[in-house]
């Protein structure tokens, strides 16, 4: 066989022996063999008409498989080999592999070879749906709704998409389906093409079924089946898991209910499940309740391996003390701020945006995950008023060019002047004197200063070569001296020995 690369998705199709009346109950692996003994146990999926394994090489050379299945002959015992070429293309995903990893230093995550990856998200929670769909648009101009979507955020350098797939039954089947063994076919190869369009502009998936309330009815052996079908089809891809959207939601002002703790208990389960079913064994966590109510169920759980907050909705976020005491425990683990003041929300301009998404990486957070209010719920016309309760509705196609997601792509050209993945939270008054809000990471031969926006004197305490970032269009201009001229907006100093 030929046509393997390093880094890419392949397919490979098995014919079943004989016709089963519960087809997704069949369990089928494919063990992959490669150089240097690398094994890879892949779980198959059944597509429809028969089985698939969809693989990863991990490394060029020649590989080998076999399938194993007690419950169908012509599933077992098949056995073939191919050789893959090395990585090849620009895409990072293709050259570094998309599987998100823990990095050494435990304070971000990296691409599969090892090399830092910068987390910039957009939040879509109901996507892939018919609310986000693949072909076509509301908007005549717009010949596909979800691939303008990808295509500008790739072009602004985000690099993560975070789905729930809520309202997701347009194409006429949905996740849920799955809990009872109900499968459609057209339905999922529709999920293919969301997550293989966003894969190509270097976008990483990471991906929830349902939200808090949704998850109290099916049981955890429920959720698995679908899960189980979910990491068979889409973990050969550049994806991620966050499981569900606000698992630990007390519902009772603030008190859990035996509903809400059976909720918890199940999905905790469920992780180490998801776990231990992902052949490439890559980095996962859950999307929590807001930082004031949530009570940290998974943090110690084995499987979780990042810290995902959701920072709330108030204008100010989080305090940087917050950020700075979760990236001071000991042990450590990754920090990411992934749900705060979506730009849209309660009226909430670039402005709150841009100062809560340096304020969380200056703190702590290795990345940061912006949300609009007219896409986390695709707002569909000027009409649709559905979560007005948190504030004007903005259709879709204005939700798309608010200017605070431009601007986030200036926050990631910023860090990666300097190795941002050793930069580590500091007083900024050890590089800076001034009146205003700063918020400082450095390491041992660089900075990086956020000032918020005031007025009051400027004045650096050291030599340093300075560069002044405009975090609002992305100019940059060096500086000389210790008193650089700034104006009363917000800005980005970067500082090198």
């Known amino acids: 066989m030929s046509g393997f690369i390093q880094w890419r998705v392949a397919t490979l199709t098995f014919t079943p022996a004989a016709a089963h ?116 648009a509301n908007r005549p101009e717009i010949p596909s709704m979800y691939r303008a979507l990808i295509d500008r955020r790739a072009a602004q350098g985000f690099s993560v998409v975070q789905w729930a797939f809520l309202g997701s039954s347009g194409v006429g089947g949905r996740y849920a389906d799955l809990y009872t063994g109900t499968f459609n076919a057209a339905y999922w190869a529709e999920v293919d093409r969301y997550v293989a369009y966003a894969n190509d502009a270097g976008i990483i998936p990471v991906i929830g079924l349902g939200f808090h309330h949704g998850l109290d009815i099916p049981t955890l052996d429920e ?93 100010s976020g989080p305090a940087a003390e917050f950020y700075r005491a979760i990236y001071a425990d000991d042990p450590a683990l990754p920090l990411l701020e992934a749900e705060t003041t979506y730009e849209g929300i309660f009226g909430f301009d670039d402005a709150v945006v841009r100062r809560n998404a340096y304020k969380a990486v200056q703190s702590g957070s290795f990345g940061f995950t912006y949300g609009a209010h007219g896409l986390w719920y695709p707002t569909q016309s000027e009409q649709d008023d559905k979560f007005k309760e948190w504030g004007d509705p903005i259709p879709w196609w204005k939700a798309m060019d608010l200017p605070g997601a431009a601007q986030l792509q200036h926050l990631r050209r910023c860090y990666e002047m300097v190795d941002w993945w050793t930069l580590e939270p500091r007083d900024a008054a050890e590089f800076v004197d001034t009146p205003r809000e700063c918020f400082a990471k450095a390491n041992a031969r660089a900075a990086v200063l956020y000032l918020g926006a005031g007025d009051g004197a400027v004045t650096l305490t050291g030599a340093y070569h300075v560069t002044l970032c405009n975090p609002r269009t992305g100019e940059m201009r060096a500086s000389e001296g210790t008193t650089p001229a700034l104006d009363e907006q917000d800005w980005v100093i970067v500082l090198r020995n």
């Open 21 to 136: 009346e519960h087809p997704l109950d069949v369990a089928m692996t494919a063990e992959f063999t490669g150089p240097g003994g690398a094994v890879l146990r892949v779980p198959a999926f059944y597509d429809g008409a028969g089985w698939q394994a969809r693989v990863t090489p991990t490394l060029p050379g020649e590989w080998r498989y076999r399938t194993v299945c007690a419950e169908d002959a012509g599933l077992d015992g098949q056995r073939g080999s191919f050789t893959v070429r090395p990585a090849e293309g620009d895409n990072p995903l293709y050259r570094h592999g998309g599987f998100l990893r823990v990095s050494e230093n435990r304070r971000h995550l990296a691409y599969a070879d090892g090399a830092p990856f910068f987390w910039l998200g957009d939040t879509w929670w109901f996507c892939p749906s018919h609310l986000m769909p693949f072909d076509g």
């Open 223 to 315: 959720l698995w089946r679908a899960w189980r079908y979910v990491v068979a089809r889409y973990g050969a891809y550049a994806v991620g898991w966050l499981i569900c959207g606000e698992y630990n939601l007390a519902s009772n002002e603030g008190d859990y209910t035996e509903t809400d703790l059976a909720r918890i208990e199940r999905v905790l389960a469920l992780g180490q499940r998801i776990k231990d079913h992902d052949p490439y064994r890559r980095a996962m966590t859950v999307h929590p309740w807001w930082h004031g109510g949530d009570r940290r169920q998974a943090w110690t759980q084995p499987w979780y391996d990042f810290i995902m907050l959701q920072g709330g909705h108030g204008k």
